[in-house]
C-alpha cells in the first residue's frame, strides 16, 4: 500500500523539489501553507508530513501541533535552519516530531530518512490496530462477565431472595472498608462481584455451626458438596479467577486454622479478609432466622475475634463506620435482651457467652 506524504514548504521550488524526490515512493501532496495543509489533514489518511519551520502564516511548530490532533499517529517531520535551535528544541520536547532535518539536506540522506518514517508509521498503525483490537475484546469478555455475573445474581435471588438482599448489604460494607485500605480499582471490581456471588452455593454458617452435632455426615458432605460446587461454577469463567480465588479463601481464618487450605495471615486474599468480616458483621446484624445483635454487640463479638477468625487490620477499618454510615436503622435492630434465642438457634452457647 502507498502511503500519503504531505510536504509543506511555502517556497515553491523546495515544494516541487521535494515532490518529485518522493513521488515514486509515495503518493505526494502539497500545501504552500499551514491552513493548506489542515486542510488537506481533514480530508486525507495522511502517513507522513514533512514541514517547513518558517513559514509566514503559520510556523512549521505550530502546524505539527494541530496536526497532531488530527492525525495522532502521522509521522512529522520538520525541516530546520540551525538558526531555529529553540523552536526545535520545543518540538522535540513536546513530543511532535519524530525527526529534524537541517537545511540544505541530502537527497539521498533525505529519502532514507523518510523511508524509516514510514516504517515507523506502519508499525505505529499496526500496533494501534492491535490496541484498538484488545480493547474491543477486552470490552466484549467484560460484557460476558458482567453478563455471567447478572445472570448468577439473578439466580441467587430467585432461589433466596434474604441471601440477595445480604449480598447486596455485604458489597456495600466490603466496599466501604476497601476505599478505606486503598485497594486498586481492579480489586475493587473483582471483590464487589465476590461480595455478589459469595452466597451461591448458600447453607447458613451460623445455624450450621450451631446444628453440626446433630447432622448427619451425608448432610455434612451435601455442604461440603455445595461449596465445592460454588468454586468449580466461578473457576469455570475464566474472567472470574480471581473471584473464585476470593470466595475460595472466604472460609480460611486468620490464625491458620480454617478451611479448604489453612492459610494464614497475608497468604489469605486482602479482598477475602474484607468480605470474610462483612458477611459475618451482616449475618449477626441482619441474621435470616434468629434474632439480631446490635452493630456494638457485633463489634464486640467480631473484636474478640481479631487475629484469630479475622484480619486486625480490616477489623480496625470496620470499627471506624457508625451504624449510620453501614446504613443500618437502630431502631429497627433489637436489644441484646432480645435475642436470648440466639443461644439456641444461631451460634454455639458457650461461644456466644464467652465474647458477650
Given at each position: 500500500?502507498?502511503?500519503?506524504?504531505?510536504?509543506?514548504?511555502?517556497?515553491?521550488?523546495?515544494?516541487?523539489?521535494?515532490?518529485?524526490?518522493?513521488?515514486?515512493?509515495?503518493?505526494?501532496?502539497?500545501?504552500?501553507?499551514?491552513?493548506?495543509?489542515?486542510?488537506?489533514?481533514?480530508?486525507?489518511?495522511?502517513?507522513?508530513?514533512?514541514?517547513?519551520?518558517?513559514?509566514?502564516?503559520?510556523?512549521?511548530?505550530?502546524?505539527?501541533?494541530?496536526?497532531?490532533?488530527?492525525?495522532?499517529?502521522?509521522?512529522?517531520?520538520?525541516?530546520?535552519?540551525?538558526?531555529?535551535?529553540?523552536?526545535?528544541?520545543?518540538?522535540?520536547?513536546?513530543?511532535?516530531?519524530?525527526?529534524?532535518?537541517?537545511?540544505?539536506?541530502?537527497?539521498?540522506?533525505?529519502?532514507?530518512?523518510?523511508?524509516?518514517?514510514?516504517?515507523?508509521?506502519?508499525?505505529?498503525?499496526?500496533?494501534?490496530?492491535?490496541?484498538?483490537?484488545?480493547?474491543?475484546?477486552?470490552?466484549?469478555?467484560?460484557?460476558?462477565?458482567?453478563?455471567?455475573?447478572?445472570?448468577?445474581?439473578?439466580?441467587?435471588?430467585?432461589?433466596?431472595?434474604?441471601?440477595?438482599?445480604?449480598?447486596?448489604?455485604?458489597?456495600?460494607?466490603?466496599?466501604?472498608?476497601?476505599?478505606?485500605?486503598?485497594?486498586?480499582?481492579?480489586?475493587?471490581?473483582?471483590?464487589?462481584?465476590?461480595?455478589?456471588?459469595?452466597?451461591?452455593?448458600?447453607?447458613?454458617?451460623?445455624?450450621?455451626?450451631?446444628?453440626?452435632?446433630?447432622?448427619?455426615?451425608?448432610?455434612?458432605?451435601l455442604i461440603?458438596?455445595?461449596?465445592?460446587?460454588?468454586?468449580?461454577?466461578?473457576?469455570?469463567?475464566?474472567?472470574?479467577?480471581?473471584?473464585?480465588?476470593?470466595?475460595?479463601?472466604?472460609?480460611?481464618?486468620?490464625?491458620?486454622?480454617?478451611?479448604?487450605?489453612?492459610?494464614?495471615?497475608?497468604?489469605?486474599?486482602?479482598?477475602?479478609?474484607?468480605?470474610?468480616?462483612?458477611?459475618?458483621?451482616?449475618?449477626?446484624?441482619?441474621?435470616?432466622?434468629?434474632?439480631?445483635?446490635?452493630?456494638?454487640?457485633?463489634?464486640?463479638?467480631?473484636t474478640q475475634r481479631?487475629?484469630?477468625?479475622?484480619?486486625?487490620?480490616?477489623?480496625?477499618?470496620?470499627?471506624?463506620?457508625?451504624?449510620?454510615?453501614?446504613?443500618?436503622?437502630?431502631?429497627?435492630?433489637?436489644?441484646?435482651?432480645?435475642?436470648?434465642?440466639?443461644?439456641?438457634?444461631?451460634?454455639?452457647?458457650?461461644?456466644?457467652?464467652?465474647?458477650?
Open positions: 500500500m502507498t502511503h500519503k506524504l504531505l510536504i509543506v514548504d511555502d517556497e515553491l521550488p523546495n515544494l516541487r523539489l521535494l515532490e518529485r524526490l518522493f513521488a515514486k515512493d509515495f503518493q505526494v501532496l502539497t500545501a504552500p501553507s499551514g491552513p493548506e495543509a489542515i486542510r488537506l489533514l481533514e480530508q486525507h489518511d495522511v502517513a507522513i508530513l514533512i514541514t517547513d519551520q518558517r513559514m509566514p502564516e503559520m510556523t512549521g511548530i505550530e502546524l505539527l501541533k494541530r496536526s497532531a490532533r488530527l492525525r495522532p499517529h502521522m509521522v512529522r517531520i520538520l525541516l530546520t535552519g540551525y538558526t531555529d535551535l529553540e523552536a526545535l528544541v520545543e518540538a522535540i520536547n513536546s513530543g511532535l516530531v519524530y525527526m529534524y532535518i537541517t537545511k540544505p539536506w541530502n537527497n539521498d540522506d533525505l529519502k532514507v530518512r523518510v523511508s524509516r518514517a514510514s516504517e515507523h508509521y506502519q508499525h505505529n498503525k499496526n500496533r494501534s490496530a492491535l490496541e484498538d483490537g484488545n480493547r474491543r475484546l477486552l470490552l466484549r469478555l467484560n460484557e460476558v462477565k458482567l453478563g455471567v455475573v447478572g445472570a448468577l445474581t439473578e439466580m441467587l435471588r430467585v432461589r433466596d431472595n434474604h441471601a440477595a438482599d445480604h449480598a447486596l448489604r455485604v458489597r456495600n460494607y466490603a466496599m466501604m472498608i476497601a476505599t478505606k485500605l486503598g485497594i486498586s480499582q481492579e480489586q475493587e471490581e473483582d471483590l464487589s462481584i465476590a461480595a455478589l456471588l459469595h452466597d451461591l452455593g448458600r447453607i447458613d454458617t451460623y445455624r450450621n455451626r450451631a446444628t453440626s452435632s446433630r447432622k448427619s455426615s451425608v448432610d455434612q458432605t461440603q458438596g455445595y461449596s465445592e460446587c460454588e468454586a468449580r461454577l466461578l473457576h469455570a469463567v475464566p474472567e472470574l479467577a480471581n473471584v473464585a480465588e476470593i470466595v475460595t479463601s472466604l472460609r480460611e481464618n486468620y490464625d491458620g486454622t480454617g478451611t479448604p487450605r489453612g492459610l494464614k495471615a497475608e497468604q489469605i486474599p486482602l479482598s477475602s479478609r474484607i468480605l470474610r468480616l462483612a458477611d459475618e458483621y451482616d449475618q449477626m446484624i441482619l441474621p435470616e432466622a434468629s434474632a439480631s445483635l446490635t452493630h456494638d454487640e457485633a463489634m464486640r463479638f467480631l481479631s487475629g484469630k477468625q479475622f484480619d486486625p487490620m480490616v477489623v480496625e477499618v470496620l470499627t471506624q463506620f457508625s451504624p449510620e454510615d453501614l446504613g443500618e436503622r437502630l431502631d429497627s435492630i433489637p436489644t441484646y435482651g432480645e435475642h436470648n434465642r440466639l443461644r439456641q438457634d444461631s451460634y454455639d452457647p458457650a461461644f456466644v457467652d464467652s465474647v458477650l
